[in-house]
């Protein structure tokens, strides 16, 4: 699927994703972890923990972050930043809703 | 040679008689005691709680048995006495066993009153004094639904508060025209019976009950006067209690409604005391325990060559019910020559009212708010003056001067010499200096070394206060580890709350517990999920957001964040088709690591994620299930060959395991269940170090449960021994209900058994066929919606999201 609007890419429908669950979105060799923290609140950040490189899609979502499901980081959504005492960051990409459609920018991909 | 001491009952009065009499000589006398319950000494008071489910009986044990070996008292259990022999000195139990002594505390408490109704011998009409009663009440709700409660007082409804949290549908019927009238007025009254109204609680006041319906022998309705006709499964007689006095009037002493005694507390016999509820000082017969406590320092004085007096006491009541907060004191009636004062707040469902004579407090009611409680008794009690604060008499004491209701500050005015705690007649400075004295951080700390609020408890706020206000920020309510940064509760707390608060579902316990976070954490999710499927199933709906990725999914997740596929092999038995299917398998899909795993199956390893309902198709035609390999729920059951192969095999181990496995796959527990069935003790399933084990024997089946073998290392114990297989399996099964209803998340059989204890888990499996029943078809019943093959259902396109990507994006228009 390529919908370019502008820089903009429109990677499904926020009902695809469970509320406090994610997707991942294949985007050549990188997987983008997609995920839904409300009713219309979405974010977008490399599937990948900055602690070993644990698929953080499939982890458990609260409050903003999610627990990286290998060694349990929490990781920040909106900033990518672990917390607590871990140290470290995963790649955040800017996301938009358009009515029910979630955009992802394609330029931050490259 | 030391003096015989011999007690006859051993309830809350004699226990608390026998702590004063070691602490100032605990050489003094060789004791004995007989019990006609079989057991130790526990709080009365609490067993309201434990039919509730809020506390069990171990929480409301005072004096264990270690306390009894510790204090070299010997304890008869289940040894009624059945004569005194005053010429020779001795007493003699049911069984035969006497004792002589030198002297003789009759402490036999009272009995309930049992009302001559037609029908009342019928199966199903219980009374409530004992624990055996409550457990009879505890069995009766999980089987039956429809219970009548007949008395309004102070036990019927608490008996009804309790019947009703066990999910009973409870009817209250009362003779008089208002509830608990003895010690409430009648607007208090109407407040109580709305908030009973409110929990489901159907109350008929001025209603007489003519007969108890019965039917095969059982009950089956109440009949009422009116000809109402209310539909019951037990009927609970809850209309007084009368002091047990037999034995003493078969033993000639002088007894009217309760054994007399003098102010020394001495019966018509200079070396007999009466002590208790079964006592009739100065006409008066006491049914709480502040008077009680009293009476017992006073004998345990006089039994040392003391001389103190026992001069009668004034008692004020509190309802023990979770949402009612209700306390009354004294007298009032209305009468000439006496004022009340009121104070109504319909709003918040306030009623305070104070009767007062010559400027005196004589009686209190209050509702609704009863902190101020004690501060009104303790002027009732002194007879205080209260024409200075008159007007504002009724806004409690924090009003008095200073000007905000701030509790802390109420308790910070109180004088040192008022009674906080009035069971056990514990005034403030006496907690404020133990508190400083002793360096004491803890409120259980402060209950052992003052008793304080240890008796029923609802002073336990106002002991927290003063811990609070004499320890400042050092003071910690919440000693109890909390489940998670998200809450001050912890597991038992979020569990008991779950069932009495009827929470069903997270969102619910996060709004009703006061969560600290809008959604929880990666820590209480999971749990509170698992509370939810075992406390409501077939009701609750799993949230598999909630859950570890290897549940959501159902496969493990490997570091690389490919996936590996355990299927059952039911006991550890294989064949040629599942055998050749897992090789097509492996070679379809190219599985880089097919290997044996230690629990007697295979693994493959390294599966994507996408493959996996493939994967599972293939296997599904070979009828494999899901091995639930990433599972806090039923593992595995390892066998070994038995009587099919063995030489020395006594019994079917395979067929066993296998039978196991079947009936209880599937389960969700708190953490992992793994288990093993050997065929003779040779034991080469390991079932030694399983959660639960068995070994065969010629006579039977061993059945062990509490090993360990991974982080912890630790043989099991041996639960105990059945004949046949059926019982195996069904004392298995009631047992791991057991645990899925009490444990806590993550909490390994061996730890929950560590701390439930080991004996009353024999005791509610081994001895109690009806609890066992009632677990085993809880159990049953949790299965019905729990049997479903996980892998089949997404291979028919459950959460088909969880394996495919959103989006697959070229990304030719960046580049
Ligand atoms: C595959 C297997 C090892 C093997 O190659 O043989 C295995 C593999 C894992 N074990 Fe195990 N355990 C395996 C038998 C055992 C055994 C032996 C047994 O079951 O007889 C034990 C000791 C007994 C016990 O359960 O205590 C064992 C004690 C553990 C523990 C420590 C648990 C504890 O409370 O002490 C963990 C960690 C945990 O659960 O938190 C663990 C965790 C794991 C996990 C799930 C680690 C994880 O979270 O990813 C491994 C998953 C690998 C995978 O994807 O398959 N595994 N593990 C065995 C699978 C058995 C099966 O057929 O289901
Ligand atoms: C459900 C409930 C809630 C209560 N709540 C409160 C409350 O909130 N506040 C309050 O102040 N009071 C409360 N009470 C009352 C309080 O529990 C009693 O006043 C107190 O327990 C009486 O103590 P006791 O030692 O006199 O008798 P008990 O505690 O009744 O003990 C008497 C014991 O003697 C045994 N016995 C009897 N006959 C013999 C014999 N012949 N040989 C050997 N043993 C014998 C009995 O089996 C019993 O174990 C409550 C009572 C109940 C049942
Ligand atoms: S446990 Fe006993 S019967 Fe079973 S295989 Fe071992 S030795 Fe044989
Ligand atoms: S890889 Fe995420 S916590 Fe270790």
Redesign the pocket.
């Given at each position: 699927m390529t919908i370019a609007t502008g820089n903009w890419v429109a990677i499904g429908n926020i009902s695809d994703i469970p509320e406090l669950g994610s997707r991942r979105v294949m985007a050549g060799k990188k997987t983008i972890a997609v995920f839904r923290t409300g009713p219309s609140e979405v974010f977008a950040i490399e599937d990948s923990c900055p602690h070993k490189g644990g698929p953080l899609s499939q982890g458990i979502v609260h409050d903003g972050c999610v627990t990286c499901p290998l060694h349990n980081w929490v990781i920040s959504l909106s900033t990518g930043e672990a917390q607590g005492a871990d140290e470290g960051r995963a790649k955040t990409y800017p996301t938009m809703l358009d009515g029910e459609t979630i955009l992802l920018d394609a330029q931050a991909l490259t | 040679m030391k003096q015989k001491l011999v007690i006859i009952g051993n309830g809350m009065a004699p226990g608390r008689m026998l702590e004063h009499l070691l602490e100032s000589d605990p050489d003094a006398y060789d004791i004995t005691i007989f019990n006609a319950e079989p057991r130790v000494n526990y709080n009365r008071l609490m067993l309201s709680p434990v039919l509730s489910g809020e506390k069990n009986y171990e929480d409301i044990i005072t004096h264990d048995d270690a306390w009894y070996a510790k204090n070299s008292i010997t304890l008869h259990k289940e040894e009624p006495v059945e004569t005194i022999d005053r010429a020779s000195k001795t007493v003699t139990g049911k069984s035969g066993i006497t004792a002589g002594y030198d002297k003789l505390v009759i402490a036999t408490g009272s009995n309930p009153i049992m009302i001559p109704l037609p029908g009342a011998d019928l199966d199903g009409v219980l009374t409530y004094r004992d624990l055996d009663d409550v457990e009879r009440m505890v069995r009766a709700s999980r089987a039956m639904r429809h219970a009548v409660v007949i008395g309004g007082g102070l036990l019927g409804l608490e008996a009804a508060a309790g019947l009703k949290m066990q999910g009973m549908d409870v009817t209250v019927v009362h003779l008089a025209d208002y509830l608990m009238e003895r010690q409430l007025d009648q607007s208090a009254a109407h407040l109580l019976e709305r908030a009973f109204a409110q929990k489901g609680v159907a109350v008929h006041t001025s209603a007489n009950t003519k007969e108890i319906v019965g039917d095969a022998g059982k009950v089956a309705a109440v009949l009422l006067d009116d000809g109402t006709r209310i539909e019951a499964d037990i009927v609970c007689m809850a209309v007084g209690i009368r002091p047990s006095v037999d034995l003493a009037k078969r033993a000639g002493l002088d007894v009217h409604r309760g054994i007399v005694v003098d102010n020394n507390m001495r019966t018509s016999d200079a070396d007999i005391f009466a002590l208790g509820e079964c006592v009739e000082h100065q006409g008066e017969c006491y049914g709480l325990v502040a008077p009680l406590y009293e009476m017992a320092k006073v004998i345990a004085d006089n039994l040392l060559e003391g001389a103190s007096t026992y001069a009668g006491s004034v008692t004020a009541t509190k309802l023990k019910v979770t949402g009612v907060d209700l306390y009354s004191a004294g007298d009032f009636a209305d009468g000439e020559n006496r004022e009340e004062i009121v104070l109504r707040d319909a709003n918040a469902g306030i009623y305070k009212r104070l009767v007062l004579q010559d400027n005196k407090i004589i009686g209190a009611v209050l509702y609704g708010e009863t902190l101020d409680g004690p501060w009104f008794f303790d002027m009732l009690k002194k007879g205080a003056d209260v024409s200075s604060m008159r007007d504002t008499l009724i806004f409690g004491q924090a009003f008095q001067g200073a000007e905000p209701l701030d509790p802390m500050a109420a308790v910070a005015a109180l004088p040192d010499d008022a009674e906080i705690c009035g069971c056990n007649g514990i005034c403030k400075s006496t907690i404020t200096d133990t508190i400083v004295s002793k360096d004491l951080s803890t409120l259980d700390d402060v209950r052992a070394q003052t008793k304080a609020s240890s008796s029923c408890g609802t002073c336990t706020g106002l002991v927290e206060q003063l811990m609070a206000l004499t320890l400042g920020d050092a003071y910690n309510p919440n000693a109890v580890t909390p489940m998670c940064a998200c809450t001050d509760l912890g597991h038992s707390d979020v569990r008991r709350l779950i069932k009495t608060k009827n929470l069903r579902s997270i969102p619910a316990i996060q709004q009703e517990l006061e969560w600290k976070t809008s959604n929880g954490c990666a820590k209480c999710r999971p749990a509170l999920n698992y509370y939810l499927i075992s406390d409501w199933p077939g009701d609750y709906a799993d949230d598999y957001q909630s859950r570890f990725i290897?549940e959501r999914v159902h496969?493990?997740?490997?570091k690389d964040g490919t996936?590996?596929v355990?299927p059952r092999m039911w006991g550890g038995q294989t064949s040629s088709l599942e055998l050749r299917t897992i090789a097509d398998v492996v070679d379809k899909y190219n599985i880089p690591t097919v290997?044996?795993?230690?629990?007697?199956?295979?693994?493959m390893?390294g599966i994507e994620k996408e493959d996996l309902p493939a994967v599972w198709a293939d296997l599904g035609k070979a009828g494999f299930v899901s091995?639930?390999?990433?599972a806090k729920g039923l593992?595995?059951v390892?066998t070994c060959v038995g009587t099919d192969w063995c030489r020395f095999g006594t019994q079917d181990s395979t067929g066993l395991g296998v039978r196991i496995e079947k009936f209880m796959w599937g389960s969700w527990t708190p953490?992992?269940v793994?288990m093993?069935v050997s065929g003779c003790p040779r034991n080469c399933a390991?079932a030694t170090?399983?959660?639960v084990g068995v070994i065969c024997t010629e006579a039977g089946f061993e059945i062990h449960f509490a090993g360990?073998?991974?982080?912890?290392i630790k043989g099991t114990e041996v639960l105990g021994s059945v004949k046949t297989e059926d019982e195996a399996l069904e004392y298995i099964v009631a047992l791991v209900q057991m645990y899925r209803e009490q444990g806590h998340y993550?909490e390994?059989i061996y730890k929950w058994a560590k701390r439930i204890g080991l004996d009353e888990i024999r005791s509610q499996i081994m001895d109690q066929p009806e609890r066992r029943k009632a677990f085993f078809d809880a159990f049953v019943y949790s299965q019905k919606f729990a049997q479903v093959d996980p892998w089949t259902e997404r291979v028919s396109g459950k959460d088909k999201h969880e394996f495919n990507p959103m989006a697959t994006l070229t990304l030719e228009a960046a580049e």
């Amino acid at each position: 699927m390529t919908i370019a609007t502008g820089n903009w890419v429109a990677i499904g429908n926020i009902s695809d994703i469970p509320e406090l669950g994610s997707r991942r979105v294949m985007a050549g060799k990188k997987t983008i972890a997609v995920f839904r923290t409300g009713p219309s609140e979405v974010f977008a950040i490399e599937d990948s923990c900055p602690h070993k490189g644990g698929p953080l899609s499939q982890g458990i979502v609260h409050d903003g972050c999610v627990t990286c499901p290998l060694h349990n980081w929490v990781i920040s959504l909106s900033t990518g930043e672990a917390q607590g005492a871990d140290e470290g960051r995963a790649k955040t990409y800017p996301t938009m809703l358009d009515g029910e459609t979630i955009l992802l920018d394609a330029q931050a991909l490259t | 040679m030391k003096q015989k001491l011999v007690i006859i009952g051993n309830g809350m009065a004699p226990g608390r008689m026998l702590e004063h009499l070691l602490e100032s000589d605990p050489d003094a006398y060789d004791i004995t005691i007989f019990n006609a319950e079989p057991r130790v000494n526990y709080n009365r008071l609490m067993l309201s709680p434990v039919l509730s489910g809020e506390k069990n009986y171990e929480d409301i044990i005072t004096h264990d048995d270690a306390w009894y070996a510790k204090n070299s008292i010997t304890l008869h259990k289940e040894e009624p006495v059945e004569t005194i022999d005053r010429a020779s000195k001795t007493v003699t139990g049911k069984s035969g066993i006497t004792a002589g002594y030198d002297k003789l505390v009759i402490a036999t408490g009272s009995n309930p009153i049992m009302i001559p109704l037609p029908g009342a011998d019928l199966d199903g009409v219980l009374t409530y004094r004992d624990l055996d009663d409550v457990e009879r009440m505890v069995r009766a709700s999980r089987a039956m639904r429809h219970a009548v409660v007949i008395g309004g007082g102070l036990l019927g409804l608490e008996a009804a508060a309790g019947l009703k949290m066990q999910g009973m549908d409870v009817t209250v019927v009362h003779l008089a025209d208002y509830l608990m009238e003895r010690q409430l007025d009648q607007s208090a009254a109407h407040l109580l019976e709305r908030a009973f109204a409110q929990k489901g609680v159907a109350v008929h006041t001025s209603a007489n009950t003519k007969e108890i319906v019965g039917d095969a022998g059982k009950v089956a309705a109440v009949l009422l006067d009116d000809g109402t006709r209310i539909e019951a499964d037990i009927v609970c007689m809850a209309v007084g209690i009368r002091p047990s006095v037999d034995l003493a009037k078969r033993a000639g002493l002088d007894v009217h409604r309760g054994i007399v005694v003098d102010n020394n507390m001495r019966t018509s016999d200079a070396d007999i005391f009466a002590l208790g509820e079964c006592v009739e000082h100065q006409g008066e017969c006491y049914g709480l325990v502040a008077p009680l406590y009293e009476m017992a320092k006073v004998i345990a004085d006089n039994l040392l060559e003391g001389a103190s007096t026992y001069a009668g006491s004034v008692t004020a009541t509190k309802l023990k019910v979770t949402g009612v907060d209700l306390y009354s004191a004294g007298d009032f009636a209305d009468g000439e020559n006496r004022e009340e004062i009121v104070l109504r707040d319909a709003n918040a469902g306030i009623y305070k009212r104070l009767v007062l004579q010559d400027n005196k407090i004589i009686g209190a009611v209050l509702y609704g708010e009863t902190l101020d409680g004690p501060w009104f008794f303790d002027m009732l009690k002194k007879g205080a003056d209260v024409s200075s604060m008159r007007d504002t008499l009724i806004f409690g004491q924090a009003f008095q001067g200073a000007e905000p209701l701030d509790p802390m500050a109420a308790v910070a005015a109180l004088p040192d010499d008022a009674e906080i705690c009035g069971c056990n007649g514990i005034c403030k400075s006496t907690i404020t200096d133990t508190i400083v004295s002793k360096d004491l951080s803890t409120l259980d700390d402060v209950r052992a070394q003052t008793k304080a609020s240890s008796s029923c408890g609802t002073c336990t706020g106002l002991v927290e206060q003063l811990m609070a206000l004499t320890l400042g920020d050092a003071y910690n309510p919440n000693a109890v580890t909390p489940m998670c940064a998200c809450t001050d509760l912890g597991h038992s707390d979020v569990r008991r709350l779950i069932k009495t608060k009827n929470l069903r579902s997270i969102p619910a316990i996060q709004q009703e517990l006061e969560w600290k976070t809008s959604n929880g954490c990666a820590k209480c999710r999971p749990a509170l999920n698992y509370y939810l499927i075992s406390d409501w199933p077939g009701d609750y709906a799993d949230d598999y957001q909630s859950r570890f990725i290897n549940e959501r999914v159902h496969a493990n997740i490997q570091k690389d964040g490919t996936y590996s596929v355990v299927p059952r092999m039911w006991g550890g038995q294989t064949s040629s088709l599942e055998l050749r299917t897992i090789a097509d398998v492996v070679d379809k899909y190219n599985i880089p690591t097919v290997k044996v795993t230690g629990g007697q199956r295979i693994d493959m390893l390294g599966i994507e994620k996408e493959d996996l309902p493939a994967v599972w198709a293939d296997l599904g035609k070979a009828g494999f299930v899901s091995g639930h390999a990433y599972a806090k729920g039923l593992r595995t059951v390892k066998t070994c060959v038995g009587t099919d192969w063995c030489r020395f095999g006594t019994q079917d181990s395979t067929g066993l395991g296998v039978r196991i496995e079947k009936f209880m796959w599937g389960s969700w527990t708190p953490a992992k269940v793994k288990m093993g069935v050997s065929g003779c003790p040779r034991n080469c399933a390991e079932a030694t170090c399983k959660d639960v084990g068995v070994i065969c024997t010629e006579a039977g089946f061993e059945i062990h449960f509490a090993g360990a073998a991974g982080l912890d290392i630790k043989g099991t114990e041996v639960l105990g021994s059945v004949k046949t297989e059926d019982e195996a399996l069904e004392y298995i099964v009631a047992l791991v209900q057991m645990y899925r209803e009490q444990g806590h998340y993550l909490e390994r059989i061996y730890k929950w058994a560590k701390r439930i204890g080991l004996d009353e888990i024999r005791s509610q499996i081994m001895d109690q066929p009806e609890r066992r029943k009632a677990f085993f078809d809880a159990f049953v019943y949790s299965q019905k919606f729990a049997q479903v093959d996980p892998w089949t259902e997404r291979v028919s396109g459950k959460d088909k999201h969880e394996f495919n990507p959103m989006a697959t994006l070229t990304l030719e228009a960046a580049e």
